[in-house]
C-alpha cells in the first residue's frame, strides 16, 4: 500500500514537472519600449489570463527598439512588438518586420489609434499627447496673453519665454513638428517653426522638461506633454493646460513579428479590455472605447488632435531631423 502511495505520488511529481516544462516551452519574446515599472504588471496579468503561455520582456527605448528590429529583420528574435511608437510600427511594417494580423476585439478599439493602411499590422494601446503648458502667474507679471493658437506662439511679445523638446532627441518634440508639418503643408510648416524659433529660449532634450520648466516659472511657455501638465497643475503649480487645433500625439501600439499561436495569444490579450483597464491607470486616452479614466486637469485632447501620418513621420524622419536640426539646433540645452 506504502509503496503503491510512493508510486502515486511520483507519478503526480513527474507530471507536475511535466507540465511546468510544457508552460515554459510557450515563452514568447516580446519587443518593447514600454516604461519599465510597467512590465511587471502587465506580464503578470497577461500570465494570469494565459497560464501555458509566458513573456520574455526585452525592452529599450524607442529608437534603439525601432533599429534593433530593423537590424533583426532578415532573423527575427522577436515574435512580438508591444509598446512601440505607431510611427516605428508603420515604419516595421512597410519594411516587412510585422505581419498583417486581426487580433480578436478589434471592432472595440478606437480606429484612430491603429494603423490606418490596408492589411493592417499595428494596433493602438494608448495615446500620449502634446499640449501648451502657460504659467499663469509669469504670465501676469510679464503681460504677456494667453495664447489660444498656434499662430499665437509666433507674437514678438513671448520672445525668450518659450521651450519645447528638441526633436532630435525627443519623441514628444518629433511628433509636434510632425503635427505642425501635417497641418500646415511641408513649406508652411517649416516657415512657422522658423518664426516661432525667433521666440524660443531653448530647446530641451526632455519631452516633459518644457513643461516642468514653465510650472517653475523658469520660461512662461511650454510645448510639452498634456499628462505631465495635468500631473504638474494638479499638484499646484500655476499652469494653463492650453490645447490648440492640431496638437502632436503618437500611440502606443502592438504588432505580430512570428506566427505562431501563443504570440497571437499575446496581442490578443494586448487589445482586450483587460489590458486596457491596465493602461489607463498610467494613461489617459485608452484604445477601448470602453475604458476611460478621469485625471483632474486633464483637456480635452481628443478635440484638438492633428491628423497624423505615421507612416510619413517613420520613413522620412531621418530627413526631417535632419532638415530641423540643421535650421534650429543652435537653441538646444546641452545634453547631460
Aim: aromatic letters at 8%; proline letters at 5%.
Amino acid at each position: 500500500m506504502m509503496k503503491n502511495r510512493a508510486m502515486k505520488g511520483s507519478l503526480v511529481t513527474l507530471l507536475s514537472l511535466m507540465t511546468s516544462q510544457a508552460f515554459a516551452a510557450q515563452e514568447v519574446t516580446v519587443y518593447t519600449a514600454f516604461e519599465t515599472d510597467l512590465l511587471a504588471k502587465y506580464k503578470t496579468a497577461f500570465e494570469r489570463a494565459n497560464p501555458d503561455v509566458s513573456i520574455k520582456w526585452v525592452r529599450d527605448s524607442t529608437g534603439i527598439m525601432t533599429a534593433k528590429l530593423l537590424a533583426e529583420k532578415n532573423n527575427p528574435r522577436a515574435e512580438v512588438v508591444w509598446g512601440l511608437a505607431g510611427s516605428s510600427m508603420a515604419l516595421l511594417k512597410e519594411e516587412g518586420v510585422l505581419i498583417p494580423y486581426t487580433p480578436a476585439g478589434v471592432e472595440d478599439l478606437r480606429p484612430t489609434l491603429n494603423d490606418p493602411l490596408a492589411n493592417p499590422a499595428w494596433f493602438g494601446n494608448e495615446a500620449v499627447f502634446n499640449a501648451i503648458c502657460f504659467n499663469e502667474a509669469v504670465a501676469k507679471q510679464r503681460n504677456l496673453p494667453t495664447p489660444t493658437s498656434w499662430d499665437d506662439l509666433t507674437n514678438p511679445i513671448y520672445r525668450g519665454h518659450i521651450a519645447m523638446p528638441n526633436p532630435a532627441s525627443s519623441g514628444t518634440g518629433y511628433m509636434q513638428v510632425s503635427a505642425w508639418l501635417n497641418t500646415f503643408g511641408e513649406a508652411q510648416g517649416w516657415q512657422y517653426m522658423a518664426e516661432l524659433d525667433k521666440n524660443m529660449a531653448h530647446y530641451t532634450h526632455s519631452g516633459s522638461k518644457p513643461c516642468v520648466q514653465a510650472a517653475m516659472g523658469e520660461v512662461a511657455i511650454g510645448i510639452s506633454m498634456a499628462v505631465r501638465g495635468a500631473k504638474l497643475k494638479t499638484q499646484g503649480a500655476p499652469l494653463a493646460i492650453i490645447t490648440p487645433k492640431g496638437i502632436g500625439w503618437e500611440s502606443e501600439a502592438v504588432g505580430l513579428v512570428k506566427a505562431s499561436d501563443a504570440a497571437k495569444r499575446v496581442v490578443d490579450w494586448s487589445v482586450s479590455q483587460a489590458a486596457n483597464e491596465l493602461y489607463v491607470e498610467s494613461y489617459p486616452v485608452v484604445a477601448h472605447k470602453a475604458v476611460s479614466s478621469s485625471v483632474s486637469h486633464y483637456p480635452n485632447v481628443e478635440a484638438a488632435m492633428a491628423t497624423m501620418d505615421f507612416a510619413n513621420m517613420g520613413t522620412e524622419r531621418a530627413s526631417i531631423l535632419a532638415t530641423w536640426s540643421a535650421k534650429f539646433d543652435g537653441k538646444s540645452e546641452p545634453q547631460s
